[in-house]
């Protein structure tokens, strides 16, 4: 199947046309009937001489309905332009021209109207300089009448060469359906209708309706009235949703294949057409049929920050429609970033517009790599790009270059932590993330090259000479000196941190070899591992715990930490489990 949409001046003739072509009435309300005047949008089908099926979107003329244009002619990929014979170009013919162009809609046929009642040519003539210059300058022109049915051979025909040029859809494309119709079925429930552009929809396939998030399933689906278990675009389509009442639904809404898209209240775009300084702050964003009002932060004379006021699916390349309410301008948006990064810095706004003029008019997978540092490889398909990076950590990919740059702040990081951190000086992992900024501590790990290492969940230096800060090294000798009278009698936490021996200060001073600390709040010099040991070999072998306590001169709390640490070190061992021995000191003769 294909779809058409009409484009023109209120009451040249489209919706007869559209009626005359495919035997349909494409008016649905009462109302367009009585008025002969089109106020929303029309749906109506044919076959082609070529056996293809043919779809038509038939958009209001008039000025005051320019939203349901927008929404009939956004999701559609050609167009019928119409212009009237007796009339020529109008207004209404310059601003559907105008939506035409910003959205970069180049395939199409001019059909002029109402032949029989003036001479065609001139409005052939006046329409083509009006289009020369746009995208659709090049387009095949037909004249017809409705009335006499002069040229509408001729026009199906135009139709039948045109749809066989445009591209292809992608049949394994994940869906986007903007909904541009709502209504329930008794028995059935809520229904939505819509143009699938690409992509594939099947009865049970589930689907997120945007922008409330919700998972819905497709109970039914119809393509041009007939029922059908899977479609393809180009398609029109009607969808029987499971678990959405009609009032959760609108035009506007989209359905999309979950965990596909980016749904996002915040763009970079660039502006086709007109410059930043042409439209206002506040302005309308019009892709397929959701019109979303929108705050614009200029980047440049081509580019702006836009912030959404609900939530919309989006991929980078997209293109859509900005429109001034005020101006009535119109211009065109192609989507450079679905989330694009603060701008709170001072002077980052001015960066941010001379970055995304250094990218090609869509972004590939490195512009937008380069830009972030870093990605999961489901953040491309988020964005509908090819994932694209050196791989990091899992699912992480960084561009090489800023992933080098980070490893030298990394580093810098570390040694700068440890001299300001003497005595722990290995720079915990949780603080170097929040430093480079990382949103994962497992890209912390990977950028740790040695001779640095990660230990404990710290990162450590490479192992140079030890060395004390004056002042940790000063309550060194001050515990030296206390107890070189009685080394065994270790002071009591509160001495301890008399002397300046904070416990951050024993762990740096036992670290570096300065003293031993045996257990927390025991606290010896140096010199009191040999001390003991020469003490302790003049006892009556094996000892006891009692025993050794006594020749040391010191207090339960300290024999039993010692007596530990003589094991471990390998000077003294157990006969039982009351008594130990010093070890015999092996024969150096």
Not at 181 to 210: A, N, W, Y
Not at 303 to 309: G, V
Not at 377 to 386: A, V, W
Request: charged share 25%; glycine share 8%.
């Amino acid at each position: 199947m294909h779809v058409v949409a009409t484009a023109g001046h209120v009451d040249h003739g489209k919706s007869t046309l559209v009626r005359t072509l495919t035997g349909m009435e494409p008016d649905r309300w009462a109302e367009e009937r009585r008025r002969g005047l089109t106020i929303d949008l029309g749906f109506a089908w044919r076959t082609l001489p070529s056996g293809r099926s043919l779809a038509f979107v038939d958009v209001p003329g008039h000025e005051r309905f320019v939203t349901n244009m927008l929404a009939g002619v956004g999701p559609v990929p050609a167009v019928m332009m119409v212009v009237a014979a007796d009339e020529g170009w109008m207004p209404q013919s310059a601003e559907h021209l105008a939506v035409i162009d910003a959205l970069g809609m180049a395939h199409g046929l001019l059909v002029v109207t109402r032949s029989d009642r003036a001479d065609p040519s001139l409005a052939v003539e006046e329409a083509r300089s009006e289009i020369a210059g746009t995208c659709l300058a090049d387009i095949e022109s037909v004249t017809v009448s409705s009335t006499t049915g002069a040229g509408i051979d001729d026009l199906v025909k135009a139709l039948d060469r045109l749809v066989s040029g445009l591209p292809p859809a992608r049949l394994d494309a994940p869906v986007r359906l903007w909904i541009d119709r709502v209504f329930t079925v008794k028995g059935m429930g809520t229904i939505v209708t819509g143009t699938l552009p690409d992509g594939t929809v099947s009865v049970g396939d589930e689907l997120v309706l945007s922008p409330s998030g919700r998972r819905v399933r497709v109970r039914g689906l119809e393509s041009l009235k007939q029922k059908v278990t899977s479609t393809s675009g180009v398609a029109r389509v009607a969808l029987n949703l499971k678990g959405v009442e009609l009032s959760d639904t609108a035009r506007g809404m989209a359905l999309t294949t979950p965990d596909q898209w980016t749904t996002t209240r915040s763009l970079d775009i660039r502006l086709r057409g007109l410059t930043t300084e042409d439209v206002g702050r506040e302005c309308i964003l019009h892709i397929g049929s959701a019109a979303v009002a929108v705050r614009v932060r200029r980047l440049g004379r081509e580019f702006a920050r836009l912030t959404l006021a609900q939530a919309t699916p989006f991929h980078v390349g997209d293109r859509a429609i900005l429109r001034d309410p005020g101006s009535r301008r119109v211009a065109g948006v192609t989507v450079l970033d679905v989330g694009p990064p603060s701008l709170s810095r001072r002077g980052a706004a001015a960066a941010a517009g001379l970055e995304l003029a250094s990218w090609p008019e869509e972004p590939t997978a490195r512009e937008l790599l380069r830009r972030h540092q870093y990605l999961k490889k489901s953040d491309f398909t988020l964005m509908g790009r090819q994932a694209e990076g050196h791989p990091a950590a899992g699912e992480w990919l960084v561009d090489h270059d800023q992933w080098a740059t980070l490893g030298r702040r990394l580093t810098q990081f570390v040694g700068e932590y440890a001299e300001q951190n003497p005595l722990a000086p290995s720079l915990p992992m949780d603080i170097a993330k929040q430093m480079l900024g990382l949103p994962d501590r497992r890209l912390v790990e990977a950028l740790v090259q040695p001779p640095m290492r990660v230990e404990t969940g710290r990162i450590h230096r490479p192992a140079g000479k030890p060395q004390l800060p004056e002042a940790v090294a000063a309550a060194v000798r001050r515990l030296e000196d206390e107890l070189a009278g009685a080394p065994f009698r270790a002071p009591d936490a509160a001495r301890l941190v008399e002397l300046g021996l904070t416990s951050k200060a024993v762990i740096a001073a036992s670290r570096v070899g300065a003293l031993l600390r045996l257990a927390e709040g025991v606290v010896l010099p140096l010199n009191a591992e040999s001390a003991a040991v020469e003490i302790l070999s003049r006892l009556r072998q094996p000892f006891t715990a009692s025993e050794a306590r006594s020749v040391l001169d010191t207090t339960r709390r300290v024999a039993i930490p010692l007596l530990e640490y003589l094991d471990d070190k390998g000077h003294t061992v157990r006969v039982d489990s009351t008594t130990r021995r010093v070890r015999p000191r092996p024969n150096r003769s």
